[in-house]
């Protein structure tokens, strides 16, 4: 931004962008507060999903992550999709590249697996998987799975476990996970809560097991909002990146939400979500670029096991 843009300017510009492109603006939970405010949509992955494959607008500015906009692209190929910033990945995705998902599949070709992938992975890797679920989802889509073949679930070991809980169904874990969500510790949980000791706790299941049992309520990003509204105190711990307190407190505004602390920090920032900020959000609306682009084969492989997510998660 140079010295005489003020955010108002900004977000003035971005309106008059996306009204010109016929655009609209999807943002993540976890997106800085200026971005979530100048959004059509913010919601979690799921949500998201949904409203990319819904939508009329010629183009989809995606704030959040690439994997995010990735799937905006593989369920709606019509569309332009950007990204403010290309290099917004995920530590999830990073964690389980295609190529060794599908040397790990070939090795154990016998065992017939079932492939969960929640969705923070790769287009490559959506493509070899029967479903796709996300952290608002899950269970759901765990329970759904054929009964007689065994399960792999990638990439993340946590959710995987907190999903295994709550079902019941033994599953092979990925060993991915988020490296915002495990800085949350037993230690930095049980500090916060004897600040606040009537405090409830909601945390993300990417949080690791030891932390997952001190939360009084474990969901997406999503399912945080209606679980802090209707709480019955004042007090609420909200374990999980950052951005999400920006959406709580806009939705919830009787409610204190206060944010869960690491060892290191009084709160949890993702870089890659962070990478977005305004100034690029005019400049790809304006340039469309960066763009995100899949080769059909790739995208119709990866299509599959989202639309059957978007279907077994509606009933
Ligand atoms: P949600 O789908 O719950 O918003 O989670 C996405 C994510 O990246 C969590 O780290
Ligand atoms: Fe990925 Fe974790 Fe960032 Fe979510 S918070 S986008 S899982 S690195």
């Not at 907190?162 to 599953?171: A, F, I, L, P, S």
């Amino acid at each position: 931004m140079d010295a005489k843009e003020t955010v108002f300017d900004l977000k003035e510009e971005i309106l008059a962008l996306k009204k010109e492109r016929n655009a609209v603006i999807l943002a993540h939970n976890y997106q800085t507060g200026d971005i979530q405010d100048v959004a059509d949509y913010v919601g979690d992955s799921l949500g998201l999903a949904y409203h990319a494959k819904a939508t009329n607008a010629d183009v989809i500015a995606f704030c959040g992550v690439h994997f995010m906009a990735e799937t905006a692209k593989i369920v709606n190929p019509g569309k332009i999709v950007v990204l403010p910033d290309k290099d917004a990945g995920c530590s999830l995705e990073q964690s389980c590249p295609a190529d060794q998902l599908e040397a790990f599949l070939q090795q154990n070709a016998g065992k017939n697996y079932y492939v969960i992938a929640y969705i923070n992975c790769s287009g490559g890797v959506k493509a070899l998987c029967d479903v796709i679920c996300t952290s608002g989802n899950a269970v759901k889509i765990v329970n759904q799975a054929p009964a007689d073949r065994p399960i792999l679930f990638v990439p993340d070991e946590n959710l995987g476990a907190w999903v295994m809980e709550q079902t019941g169904r033994k599953m092979d874990l990925w060993k991915g996970n988020c490296y915002v969500h495990v800085e949350f510790t037993r230690e930095s949980i049980h500090k916060i809560k004897a600040e606040y000791p009537d405090a409830l706790v909601v945390a993300h299941p990417e949080c690791t097991h030891s932390v997952r049992l001190l939360a009084d309520e474990v969901c997406s990003t999503e399912k945080m909002v209606d679980y802090c509204k209707n709480a019955p105190v004042k007090n609420i711990i909200v374990v999980t990146e950052s951005g999400m307190l920006h959406r709580l407190r806009k939705e919830c505004p009787d409610k204190n939400l206060i944010a869960g602390p690491t060892d290191r920090c009084a709160c949890a920032d993702c870089r890659y979500m962070k990478m977005n900020t305004l100034q690029k959000l005019r400049d790809c609306l304006d340039t469309l670029q960066p763009r995100v682009e899949m080769e059909e084969s790739l995208r119709k492989r990866a299509e599959a096991p989202l639309l059957r997510m978007l279907e077994q998660s509606r009933g």
